[in-house]
């Protein structure tokens, strides 16, 4: 069975059903699910072994877990719906916000082949810019959002783009919070907080409060992804301190989870990832603050080469976003600038598929270093817009 071969849903599909698959308990499932790497953005293996991992790459794994995964929760949910078909209605449910991502695929008309492009896109946006450390955070690991999207899907389809956003949000605000927890914040730590705190979709004073959000985190799956978030954003600098396992022992009680749950969850990360460090790139890196820093400030290093004339000629066209732009290499932006700035981007991206990765969940996080590095790599266009406004 091969992933990138066409027909691979199809045939998975049919292997998965002739197993006790779904006999599985759903926190057993999380768990084991979890053991693959598929919760923390690096797939070592494949879920319950239902597939022989040989000869898979990363993104092939990932695509069979996330395949698996949606294919559990749609079983235990006892739908009447055809799996294939309820998964592709609910992609289309949540494509509004990122409409230039899945738009050219629905005019597919078979349905098994529909699934595995938006699979494939979902995971792989480009072959080559997104590397394995900044796949590991912001993207894949990020994939979990969508399984949940769907679980509620399938339980009620209304408003579901608005459960997603709000499951999102809720997500920054946690993570962001433990974040803020660190006691010795190296400068690359102080780069990533001020990286999250830059791509919150919402002004401050509109964004969830740290008790909205956790009011939001209700289901058992929920609860036990926020947990294992929290400890990912907690062991970037490889420790978990007194204060962030404080705030842990607070998050068990605000979710009201037995004690057991965080002790499995920190035991879980640390096992993963010392067994693991050979095969997950990202752990090699002295800091992983720093790796992550980094990285997503090559991805969109390479995003603007690559895409530079049709930003030019997109930006050209919003004078005020040229401005303000231009502005940001002389002095700091204020919020309601940065925001702006923001708005309009994404507006851009938008109408360059390749930048679609704004659209996916996490993606807001390289917005500050989009703003940051497109007037440096962008000298002439941004020279001549200084010369206009002046």
């Known amino acids: 069975m091969n992933p990138s071969a066409h027909g691979w849903i199809k045939k998975l599909i049919k292997e998965v059903s002739e197993t006790m698959y779904s006999d599985t308990e759903l926190t057993e499932f999380y768990n084991k699910l979890k053991q693959t790497g598929f919760i923390y953005g690096s797939n070592i293996k494949v879920v319950l072994d239902i597939v022989k991992p040989f000869d898979l790459t990363e993104e092939e794994r990932c695509k069979i877990n996330l395949l698996l995964t949606y294919y559990f929760i749609n079983k235990k949910a006892n739908t009447s719906q055809d799996f294939i078909e309820s998964l592709i209605d609910y992609y289309k449910a949540i494509s509004e916000k990122k409409r230039s991502f899945f738009e050219e695929l629905f005019s597919d008309n078979s349905s098994d082949s529909l699934l595995e492009k938006m699979i494939h896109k979902r995971i792989h946006v480009d072959d080559n810019f997104i590397t394995k450390s900044f796949n590991y955070f912001l993207?894949?690991?990020?994939?979990?959002?969508?399984v949940l999207g769907y679980q509620r899907?399938?339980?009620?389809n209304k408003s579901i783009k608005t459960y997603v956003n709000n499951l999102e949000a809720s997500l920054e605000t946690i993570i962001?919070?433990?974040?803020?927890?660190?006691?010795?914040?190296?400068?690359?730590?102080?780069?990533?907080?001020?990286?999250?705190?830059?791509?919150?979709?919402?002004?401050?004073?509109?964004?969830?409060?740290?008790?909205d959000a956790i009011s939001l985190i209700t289901t058992p799956l929920e609860k036990l992804y926020v947990v294992d978030l929290v400890c990912m954003a907690s062991w970037t600098d490889k420790i978990i301190d007194k204060a962030e396992r404080k705030f842990l022992s607070e998050l068990k009680s605000s979710l009201a989870l037995d004690n057991t749950v965080i002790t499995q969850s920190v035991d879980d990360i640390n096992t993963f990832y010392n067994e693991h460090k050979e095969d997950v790139a990202f752990l090699s890196s002295k800091n992983l603050a720093q790796s992550f820093y980094d990285n997503s400030s090559k991805v969109v290093t390479r995003l603007i080469k690559r895409n530079s004339k049709r930003l030019i000629r997109e930006l050209s066209e919003s004078k005020e976003a040229m401005s303000l732009l231009a502005q940001s290499t002389q002095r700091h932006?204020?919020?309601?600038?940065?925001?702006?700035?923001?708005?309009?981007?994404?507006?851009?991206f938008k109408s360059i598929p390749s930048l679609a990765i704004f659209m996916l969940p996490g993606g807001m996080l390289l917005l500050p270093l989009f703003v940051k590095f497109i007037p440096k790599l962008l000298p002439s266009a941004f020279d001549d817009n200084r010369i206009e406004d002046g």
């Open 333 to 348: 932006l204020t919020d309601d600038e940065q925001k702006k700035i923001q708005t309009q981007l994404l507006d851009i």
């Open 139 to 146: 993207i894949n690991a990020l994939l979990f959002v969508d």
């Open 176 to 211: 962001f919070s433990v974040m803020e927890k660190k006691v010795n914040k190296s400068h690359y730590d102080q780069n990533l907080i001020k990286l999250f705190e830059g791509s919150i979709r919402h002004k401050k004073s509109q964004a969830p409060s740290y008790h």
């Open 153 to 156: 899907f399938l339980i009620d």
